[in-house]
Each structure stands twice: as structure tokens, then as C-alpha cells.
């Protein structure tokens, strides 16, 4: 599973609820998209069975934000992106970034922080285990 916010207390926050949910078993937080997507790159190209199941992704990052983002995700090997379930998860509350989340096939949906066991269960039950 893939973290990818520029906040690095949110980051901890979040690997702590998931690991306190046993949701995943391994957490890799990214604090700059760029570096995730190079990573995620390299793993589609070399090692496909490593690419993450999951990835909650912010919106407003510096660099990178997670529009961009997922424009390069898109260029990835559909492959192993259709096997990865996206989520939004953002502070931001503009319905204008909901609505536009919910248009990229990419992103499962949208998620407002924190992340909490409720948001973990919910997606356990409407996305992991159908």
C-alpha cells in the first residue's frame, strides 16, 4: 500500500491507523508524487507483483499535485494499474475536486481527512472484498 501526501504528520498518522487496523501489511509513504510515480514505474517495468493494491493519494502537493499525478498514472501499464485501487484522500473540501475525482476512472473515490478505521472498514467492505 502507497501513502502519497506532502505531510509528513498526516503520513505518520495514516500508517499508524493502518497498521492499528491491520489493513496492510507494509506502508510506503511518499511526501513527493514525482517519487512515487518514478517508483511505481519501476515496479510495473521490473517487478509487476510489487506494484501496491492500494494508494491514497492527496490533492494540493507541491511539485507534482495529484491531478498531475494521476495523468502519469494513466501512462502506466493498465496491467497492473487495474489491479491498484485509487483513492482520493484530501482535506480539500471543494465540491469542484470531488466531482472531478470521481470523473478519473482511476480513483475508486473520495475520501476527506483524516483518514480514520471508519474510511479503512468502509473500503474493505465496498472495494477489497467483492
Request: glycine fraction near 2%; proline fraction near 5%; hydrophobic fraction near 40%.
Amino acid at each position: 500500500m502507497v501513502l502519497i501526501d506532502d505531510d509528513q504528520i498526516n503520513n505518520f498518522v495514516c500508517e499508524t491507523i493502518i497498521r492499528s487496523e491491520n489493513f496492510a501489511e507494509r506502508v510506503v509513504s511518499y511526501e513527493w508524487a514525482e517519487d512515487a510515480l518514478n517508483n511505481l514505474k519501476q515496479a510495473a517495468e521490473q517487478n509487476p507483483e510489487e506494484f501496491p493494491d492500494l494508494i491514497f493519494l492527496d490533492i494540493n502537493m507541491p511539485g507534482m499535485d495529484g491531478w498531475k499525478f494521476l495523468d502519469a498514472y494513466r501512462s502506466l501499464p493498465e496491467a497492473v494499474t487495474k489491479k491498484c485501487c485509487l483513492f482520493m484522500l484530501s482535506s480539500a473540501v471543494d465540491r469542484e475536486d470531488i466531482i472531478c475525482a470521481k470523473t478519473h476512472s482511476e480513483v475508486r473515490d473520495f475520501f476527506s481527512k483524516p483518514l480514520s478505521p471508519e474510511i479503512l472498514h468502509l473500503i474493505k467492505e465496498d472495494y477489497l472484498l467483492t
